[in-house]
T-cell receptor, first 113, second 112 residues
Framework: NAGVTQTPKFQVLKTGQSMTLQCAQDMNHNSMYWYRQDPGMGLRLIYYSASEGTTDKGEVPNGYNVSRLNKREFSLRLESAAPSQTSVYFC????????????FGEGSRLTVL | AQSVTQLDSHVSVSEGTPVLLRCNYSSSYSPSLFWYVQHPNKGLQLLLKYTSAATLVKGINGFEAEFKKSETSFHLTKPSAHMSDAAEYFCVRMDSSYKLIFGSGTRLLVRP
């Protein structure tokens, strides 16, 4: 049972570089999410996809774009990385947005120099 | 603003003693509330959830939480701490558009 799989687990970027974080789930979930975790701030929602074909902004969307490629996959792209985007990124999925029970990947640690 | 406040950033207990992690919420209605746990270098896992059925909610690994509307609290407890309980715990509420709002987290240290 893979659950939610994120790649890569670690990445170091220089300011201005771009990259894409990949996420895939094998639980047939409708909803998928991207969060960032910073010390002392809990998790903050970047973008989410309530269902295949839809995406919406969360609390901190600036500097990010997302693509819901199909029901399984939800990617997060940083077009021009900034040091403020140094963080741990978590992908999560759920059966639906109203349930509240999210299943999380193990995180991707991104450092922007 | 609707929010979640975790009153302690760190809690330290001895193995075998009770655990209390405190959480207060602000809301104009009775929200859906959750506790999630994050072990080191892992993703978050749901411990328990409150959705207005019973005010005392039992979760996994012996944890439970009590919803107290009069105190706007949802504290997490466990009668006897185990070394494996050492982790970070997040109190979470669902807002009116079904998005989850996370508290800042409480790191639980369990001393042998």
């Amino acid at each position: 049972n893979a659950g939610v799989t994120q790649t890569p687990k670690f990445q170091v970027l220089k300011t201005g570089q771009s990259m894409t974080l990949q996420c895939a789930q094998d639980m047939n979930h409708n909803s998928m999410y991207w969060y960032r975790q910073d010390p002392g701030m809990g998790l903050r929602l970047i973008y989410y996809s309530a269902s295949e074909g839809t995406t919406d902004k969360g609390e901190v969307p600036n500097g990010y774009n997302v693509s819901r490629l199909n029901k399984r996959e939800f990617s997060l792209r940083l077009e021009s990385a900034a040091p403020s985007q140094t963080s741990v990124y978590f992908c999560a999925s759920s059966t639906g947005t109203a349930r509240g029970e999210l299943f999380f990947g193990e995180g991707s640690r991104l450092t922007v120099l | 603003a609707q929010s979640v406040t975790q009153l302690d950033s760190h809690v330290s207990v001895s193995e075998g003693t009770p655990v209390l992690l405190r959480c207060n919420y602000s809301s104009s209605y009775s929200p859906s509330l959750f506790w999630y746990v994050q072990h080191p270098n892992k993703g978050l896992q749901l411990l328990l959830k409150y959705t207005s059925a019973a005010t005392l909610v039992k979760g996994i690994n012996g944890f439970e939480a009590e919803f107290k509307k009069s105190e706007t609290s949802f504290h997490l407890t466990k009668p006897s701490a185990h070394m494996s309980d050492a982790a970070e715990y997040f109190c979470v509420r669902m807002d009116s558009s079904y998005k989850l709002i996370f508290g800042s987290g409480t790191r639980l240290l369990v001393r042998p």
